[in-house]
């Protein structure tokens, strides 16, 4: 079985480095997140390195591809990629994700740096990556869910993620429409997680997020 390496870079810094946003600036949507992503896979960690810039770097290696990159067959091609962040050793309680939730981020996203940093070797993590070059790098903007815990064969993040790769294959024209059977039909079915994510397709077709910032008045 032959390895395919792809070096990633988180466009927020880890969390010893503070963030900030600028005014105006909004946490795009998970449909958001999906459309601008060229590839989106589900991966495991499983090894750390130093890199050029003498940062820590996770490996990772992909269990499930959900969107993009041709040549990337499951079962074939084993993927592995690259991003900066920290390690936790087995023995260690890494903080999961939430698994019911659909909107915010992982806690650590809220401590400093603005996105996830720390990862468990047995957990399984959804990525969303850009393709730059030869190369891809995971989309992570602040507080987004970027890099959030799932399971396989499935779990809420996953079907939700689905729901919206779906969506998002669609034409402009004809995406609302088919939110808006998609959100009633998820209604109907009465479950929990079909219910969570009947709720989250009505808030995006409620609109863009407000901003975490107001911005700036016009310079007069």
Not at 2 to 9: C, P, V
Not at 121 to 149: C, M, N
Request: net charge positive; with cysteine.
């Amino acid at each position: 079985m032959r390895s395919l390496f792809l070096a990633l870079a988180l466009l927020a810094a880890p969390a010893a480095h503070a963030c900030s946003v600028a005014p105006g600036y909004r946490v795009p949507t998970t449909l958001e997140l999906v459309a601008q992503s060229d590839a989106i896979i589900v991966a495991q960690p499983f090894d750390q390195r130093t890199g050029a810039d003498g940062d820590p770097e996770i490996l990772f290696a992909s269990l499930a591809i959900l969107k993009g990159a041709p040549g990337w067959e499951h079962g074939r091609d084993r993927i592995s990629v690259y991003a900066p962040g920290v390690l936790a050793p087995e023995t260690a309680a890494a903080r999961p994700s939430d698994p019911r939730e659909l909107v915010r981020a992982h806690p650590e996203a809220y401590g400093g740096g603005c996105t996830r940093y720390t990862f468990h070797p047995k957990q399984r993590v959804l990525l969303f990556l850009k393709r730059e070059g030869d190369d891809y790098r995971v989309i992570s903007y602040p507080f987004a869910r970027t890099a959030e815990d799932t399971a396989l064969p499935d779990s809420r993040w996953l079907k939700a993620v689905r729901e919206y790769i779906a969506i998002a294959a669609l034409p402009l024209a004809v995406r609302r429409a088919r939110m808006e059977v998609r959100r009633d039909l998820l209604k109907a079915r009465g479950d929990a997680d079909s219910r969570a994510i009947a709720a989250d397709i009505a808030r995006e077709l409620a609109g863009p997020r407000k901003p975490l910032r107001e911005p700036l008045p016009p310079i007069k």
